[in-house]
């Protein structure tokens, strides 16, 4: 088994490790897709499973899945809450490195324990993981395309469809024109948005934003004015919607801020800094703007993401724009370099050249 292997800031290598033992369900692929994230190691690659530990009942060798970062185990609280996606035992965490089940890694190399990561363990031809943390999907959906739905685009996608739910004819701002903010304009234009604003300080992404429903943009830098006063100038008071897409705190405020009173939602994307502190006066929420965060969309990774595989099939949904890049699994280290200078957006990895 191939896998990619390497430390933080340096290039990566791919070396032949081993399985240790299997004892849930392993799968094989021909597709990855490369996330514009910190950690590299993530999510978002299709799989076909090629086998199914013991108590297994809801998967079999040949189908087709998603491997997702967070996962969704039926039975807890927030699996059972229609309003929450956190699942108790299987929601996002970057420390474990091992499967649940026993504490231990499915992989070494010279004996040595290779640690799992996000649950997902996906630059690698053969992968182990937790049930919970796959969706089943249409075998006819092509691996291709859907692989990239495994973490950033169904986050920007969700975040408007699901938790902003703008109105038909609404004025939507997005910050932050990177994939999950264009995944976020995109779900801002399937929901009938009259305007879809993007604020974001490169203006080399306006252009490319167009393409997904962008009709005017704000560069930050290009005034004077704080960001939200020249957004509330634009739109008579303020938007009806904004998702923030950033993780930058100040953008944070201002995605906040520049909705209108009395029904604006602003829904917060973006991973902030630990030492972030939100600070805003207390009268713009009282005067009835309406502050949301999610998570991964606040899609249920095995209940809620085969539908939107669906919506893709069904012509709702466009994601070829969102890939930009196709590399074999060998010239992985480009897919990091493109990633870095921020020239993609999505870049498949073909798992078998």
Same mark, same amino acid.
């Given at each position: 088994?191939?896998?990619?292997?390497?430390?933080?800031?340096?290039?990566?290598?791919?070396?032949?490790?081993?399985?240790?033992?299997?004892?849930?369900?392993?799968?094989?692929?021909?597709?990855?897709?490369?996330?514009?994230?910190?950690?590299? @190691?993530?999510?978002?690659?299709?799989?076909?499973? #090629?086998?199914?530990? %013991?108590?297994?009942?809801?998967?079999?060798?040949?189908?087709?899945?998603?491997?997702?970062?967070?996962?969704?185990?039926?039975?807890?609280?927030?699996?059972?809450?229609?309003?929450? /996606?956190?699942?108790?035992?299987?929601?996002?965490?970057?420390?474990?490195?091992?499967?649940?089940?026993?504490?231990?890694?499915?992989?070494?190399?010279?004996?040595? =324990?290779? &640690?799992?990561?996000?649950?997902?363990?996906?630059?690698?031809?053969?992968?182990?993981?937790?049930?919970?943390?796959?969706?089943?999907?249409? =075998?006819?959906?092509?691996?291709?395309?859907?692989?990239?739905?495994?973490?950033?685009?169904?986050?920007?996608?969700?975040?408007?469809?699901?938790?902003?739910?703008?109105?038909?004819?609404?004025?939507?701002?997005?910050?932050?024109?990177?994939?999950?903010?264009?995944?976020?304009?995109?779900?801002?234009?399937?929901?009938?948005?009259?305007?879809?604003?993007?604020?974001?300080?490169?203006?080399?992404? @306006? #252009?490319?934003?167009?393409?997904?429903?962008?009709? #005017?943009?704000?560069?930050?830098?290009?005034?004077?004015?704080?960001? *939200? *006063?020249?957004?509330?100038?634009?739109? /008579?008071?303020?938007?009806?919607?904004?998702?923030?897409?950033?993780?930058?705190? *100040?953008?944070?405020?201002?995605?906040? %801020?520049?909705?209108?009173?009395?029904?604006?939602?602003?829904?917060?994307?973006?991973?902030?800094?630990? %030492?972030?502190? @939100? *600070?805003?006066? =207390?009268?713009?929420?009282?005067?009835?703007?309406?502050?949301?965060?999610?998570? &991964?969309?606040? &899609?249920?990774?095995?209940?809620?993401?085969?539908?939107?595989?669906?919506? &893709?099939?069904?012509? #709702?949904?466009?994601?070829?724009?969102?890939?930009?890049? %196709?590399?074999?699994?060998?010239?992985?280290?480009?897919? @990091?370099?493109?990633?870095?200078?921020?020239?993609?957006?999505?870049?498949?990895?073909?798992?078998?050249?």
């Amino acid at each position: 088994m191939l896998r990619l292997h390497g430390r933080r800031g340096s290039h990566c290598q791919l070396r032949r490790l081993r399985f240790i033992h299997l004892k849930r369900w392993k799968s094989g692929s021909r597709f990855n897709s490369l996330l514009y994230a910190i950690l590299t @190691f993530s999510s978002g690659k299709p799989r076909v499973v #090629e086998s199914v530990g %013991e108590g297994v009942r809801d998967l079999k060798p040949g189908d087709h899945v998603l491997p997702i970062f967070t996962g969704e185990c039926g039975e807890c609280r927030h699996c059972k809450s229609e309003e929450s /996606n956190m699942c108790e035992l299987l929601r996002i965490n970057t420390d474990r490195g091992v499967m649940i089940a026993d504490g231990k890694s499915r992989f070494s190399i010279k004996g040595q =324990p290779v &640690y799992h990561f996000l649950g997902t363990s996906t630059f690698s031809e053969y992968t182990v993981v937790h049930t919970g943390c796959v969706a089943k999907i249409n =075998p006819r959906a092509p691996l291709d395309k859907v692989c990239i739905l495994s973490c950033g685009i169904s986050t920007g996608f969700g975040a408007v469809v699901n938790v902003a739910k703008p109105p038909r004819g609404s004025t939507v701002a997005v910050f932050g024109l990177g994939a999950v903010g264009l995944a976020a304009a995109e779900g801002a234009r399937v929901s009938g948005a009259s305007r879809i604003i993007g604020i974001d300080i490169n203006p080399n992404r @306006f #252009e490319t934003a167009r393409k997904f429903g962008v009709t #005017e943009f704000v560069n930050p830098k290009d005034s004077n004015k704080p960001v *939200q *006063q020249v957004l509330a100038e634009m739109t /008579n008071g303020g938007v009806d919607r904004s998702i923030e897409c950033t993780g930058n705190i *100040q953008a944070m405020i201002s995605a906040f %801020e520049c909705v209108h009173d009395g029904w604006g939602v602003a829904v917060l994307v973006g991973v902030p800094s630990k %030492e972030a502190v @939100f *600070q805003t006066n =207390p009268m713009n929420i009282l005067n009835e703007r309406t502050l949301k965060g999610t998570f &991964y969309g606040n &899609y249920k990774p095995r209940s809620d993401i085969p539908s939107v595989v669906e919506k &893709y099939m069904n012509k #709702e949904l466009e994601l070829e724009k969102f890939i930009t890049h %196709e590399i074999p699994f060998s010239d992985i280290n480009k897919a @990091f370099d493109y990633m870095e200078k921020g020239e993609s957006l999505r870049c498949i990895i073909r798992m078998g050249a």
